[in-house]
């Protein structure tokens, strides 16, 4: 065999493994979807309070099916306060009992973040040391979840002004 043709081989045998850890990642993905983090209907919100260690907490109301952050008044980007509610349904990795935690230990006392949607109040603490998991205090559990919206707990969502 030729050394050329030995490449082709080994890059197609590559790509065909690669592959197949693309579908098995994302066949995991969805199963993840199944178990949301909490049960909350997003268009139902109405009010959103997001507050922050270090940084200004903001308020959201939803006036005439758009929203708008308080102090300052101003109108919020709709994407944005949406990919905030999302938070609300992220999948869950593992769900533990509050008490078979140590709430200090895992960044929940005091919280880093802490999302209130309507009655419904998720606190943020630090991450899984392995996976990069982010700890979520709902109510009486506490929930591993991959962490893809931390930034967005840090960033106001007041709707940029188009000239």
Do not use: N
């Amino acid at each position: 065999m030729r050394r050329r043709t030995r490449t082709l081989v080994f890059l197609i045998a590559a790509t065909a493994v690669l592959g197949a850890a693309v579908f098995a990642e994302l066949r995991h993905e969805r199963a993840l979807a199944l178990d949301p983090l909490t049960t909350l209907d997003p268009a139902a919100a109405k009010r959103i309070d997001v507050t922050c260690a270090g940084c200004t907490a903001r308020h959201y109301e939803k006036v005439d099916a758009h929203w708008r952050q308080r102090d300052p008044d101003a109108p919020a980007d709709d994407a944005m306060v949406a990919r905030l509610l999302a938070i609300a349904h992220a999948p869950v990795r593992f769900r533990h009992a509050a008490a078979d935690l140590e709430a200090a230990k895992v960044g929940l006392v005091p919280p880093l973040a802490t999302l209130r949607i309507d009655d419904t109040e998720l606190r943020f603490g630090g991450t899984d040391a392995i996976r990069g998991d982010r700890y979520v205090a709902v109510g009486d559990t506490i929930a591993l979840v991959p962490d893809r919206f931390s930034a967005l707990l840090f960033t106001s969502a007041i709707a940029a002004k188009k000239d």
